[in-house]
């Protein structure tokens, strides 16, 4: 199994409740680095986040978290990315099955939380619904074994969403998550599912409309899966590696 250095990305917007429940149980030794990227919190969150001096602390000045994700991934210096929410949907005993998928030359790995014996106890019927329809639809335009595209918890290869093209996607709206399933299966990732549990929320404020706002991301990943697909029959993945080729050496 070979040794990875993997950076640990934790988005916040007002909580505090949260964080002192789930903090604690992060073991901090999986990761080269953990950066805490805040909304401008006003409950505490940022004085609390400061009393750790191996957490780097962001400040995130657009919104969405999505918003939140382009702002701090230029930060990640490591090969490997892992997104955490801190409101107690994502399980921090999760965190090593993560890691330990991406060692195993995973390169993107999900929580899923309707995969086998998975549990969400925040999810609802819309929610739920949605997510199932678009995974779906990913499974069957990319035979890519996905069962939950809008979450959040998962690890995957930076190199992806640095991607010229994936950066072009997203800028027009695109979210993130899907968009990194969606992408990885165009350029051949190696993908893999956990099943997890999706505790009830505490505190906080939403800073992903994933859930808000059903409609548009089931609009929004319709349209990026089937573009990606559609350029995938046409073969554009030697396109794309050709870009990489050349921005890699452009002076």
Not at 24 to 32: A, G, H, V, Y
Not at 161 to 171: A, G, I, Q
Request: aromatic share 12%; charged share 25%.
């Amino acid at each position: 199994m070979e040794e990875i250095k993997v950076t640990l990305v934790i988005p916040t917007l007002n909580e505090i409740q949260g964080l002192k429940l789930v903090m604690p149980r992060i073991d901090k030794s999986l990761f080269e680095e953990i950066i805490v990227i805040d909304a401008q919190s006003t409950d505490g969150t940022v004085e609390y986040i400061k009393k750790f001096d191996d957490i780097k602390l962001v400040t995130q000045f657009s919104k969405g978290l999505t918003a939140a994700m382009i702002e701090v991934i230029d930060m990640v210096r490591t090969e490997y990315v892992i997104e955490f929410s801190p409101d107690n949907n994502c399980t921090p005993e999760e965190l090593p099955l993560i890691v330990e998928k991406l060692k195993e030359g995973y390169e993107i790995v999900v929580i899923s939380r309707y995969l086998n014996d998975a549990v969400s106890e925040d999810d609802n019927i819309v929610t739920g619904f949605g997510n199932w329809m678009f995974s779906k639809l990913i499974r069957y335009l990319g035979k890519f074994p996905v069962t939950d595209a809008l979450t959040m918890y998962r690890g995957y290869k930076v190199s992806i969403v640095k991607d010229r093209l994936f950066k072009k996607y997203l800028s027009t709206g695109h979210i993130f998550e899907p968009l990194i399933s969606a992408y990885g299966n165009l350029l051949n990732y190696k993908y893999y599912e956990i099943p997890g549990t999706e505790h009830k929320r505490i505190g906080g404020e939403a800073i992903t409309d994933n859930k808000l706002n059903v409609v548009r991301a089931g609009i929004s990943i319709s349209i990026v899966i089937l573009r990606l697909y559609i350029k995938k029959f046409f073969k554009v993945n030697i396109w794309i590696k050709k870009i990489d080729y050349v921005d890699k050496y452009k002076k």
